[in-house]
Structure formats: C-alpha cells, structure tokens
C-alpha cells in the first residue's frame, strides 16, 4: 500500500497546507485562551481576599496590641491605627483594580450584575459608617462602640460574601460568607480588646485560607482542561 507521501513526486515542496499543528499545541493553545478568559471576566478574586485577609490581621492584630495590658509587644495608638488604615486603603485599591480591569470591554447582564455587586459594597460600608457615628453621637459609649464597630464590619462584610456566592452559586463564597459572619457576630463574647485578636486570626485568617483554597481550585481547573 502506497502512503500519499510516498506517491509525491521526488521534487514536491511541501506547502502551508501540508504542515497542521499538532494536538499537543491545540490543547494548549485552547488552554491558554480560557485561563486569559477566566482572568478578563473575572479578575482575581484570590488577590483581593488575600488583600483583606492580610489587611485584618495586621489592622486589628495592631490595634489589640495597643488595646491588651496584657500585650508583651507594646504599640503605641496612633501607630496601630496607622497600620489599620493604610492596610485597609491598601485592600480597598486593589479590590478597585481587580474589579475594574478584568471587565474592560465586556458587556451583558453578568457585567450589570458585578458592577452592582459591588457598589453594594460601597453602599453598605457607607451606611455602616453613618450608623455607628449616628449612635456614637446618641450616647453610645465607647467600650461599645469598641465592639460593634469591627464586629458589624466584619459581619456586614461575611453577608456580602454570601450574597456573591448566591449570585455566582459558588459555595467557596457561601461557607466564606457564613464563616464571617459568625466570627463577626462572636467577636462581640470576647469582649474588648479580645474582640480585636479573634477578627484578626479567625477573621483575616480565614480570609486567608480561602485565597489559598481558591488557588488550588483554580489551578485544579486549569490541570483539568
């Protein structure tokens, strides 16, 4: 049986049509283009919950440090909330970043329902802020204060992430939502300054552990395709 290259002509060219490219190369090609998809639509949300979660830990980590008589690291005040702010502006940067950029250019009801996703985030922090100053100025004392104010951010914080994983029915989100809200909610038994360690190592560090996870999942997907 003659094969169609032995049946050429000594003298053949081969031609752009007779070289194809391989199935190695196709793969990985295709492979390729849906990670750059996957990063265009939906950013790097790995990114941001590491951001926060490195932003918790450090800001009240300092902050109770200031706070505990108990401390063997003493910390002055202003430097703990000097920590707090500049880490959470830090998160609150890279959290704008990695929602706009990956979004450029695309449209559709999915891109309506992140944009308004996370202007609830802006809302809701918003309306925090005007509610705790709103009953500061009604006589709320200041040990309470010191309690709700972290510990309703935090809780305010885990229902969002819950909604997000409704929204995108991701249960990485869901258990992430839940998780926090409960370490906001019991932040408040520790009492203060205790409140302080509990959403820095439970709160920061569980965000944390969801980059981690989401990590491995992602690339998971990834060795899958």
Known sequence: ?????????????????????????????????????????FGNPELVLAAWGGAWLLGFGACYLASSPRSALAVPGWLAYLVLGVSCATAGVISAVETVRPGRGVVGP????TTLY??????ATGGLCLLMLGLGRAGL????????????????????????????????????GAW????????????????????ALAGGGGLL???????ARRTNRWAEA
Not at 110 to 113: C, G, K, N
Not at 118 to 123: D, G, H, V
Not at 155 to 174: E, H, I, K, P
């Open 1 to 41: 049986m003659i094969s169609p290259e032995s049946a050429r002509s000594p003298g053949h060219a081969a031609g752009p049509d007779d070289a194809s490219p391989s199935v190695g190369a196709s793969l990985s090609f295709i492979t390729a283009w849906r990670r750059q998809t996957v990063r265009r639509l």
């Open 110 to 113: 999915s891109r309506q329902v």
């Open 118 to 123: 996370w202007w609830s985030w802006l809302l």
């Open 141 to 176: 004392s200041p040990a309470l204060l010191s309690l709700a104010w972290p510990g309703l951010a935090v809780l305010v914080s885990g229902v969002l992430y819950a909604v997000g994983g409704a929204l995108w029915q991701d249960r990485l989100y869901d258990a992430l």
């Open 180 to 199: 926090t809200v409960a370490v906001g909610a019991a932040s408040t038994f520790a009492g203060a300054p205790g409140n302080l360690a509990v959403l």
């Open 209 to 215: 552990v969801m980059a981690v996870v989401m990590v």
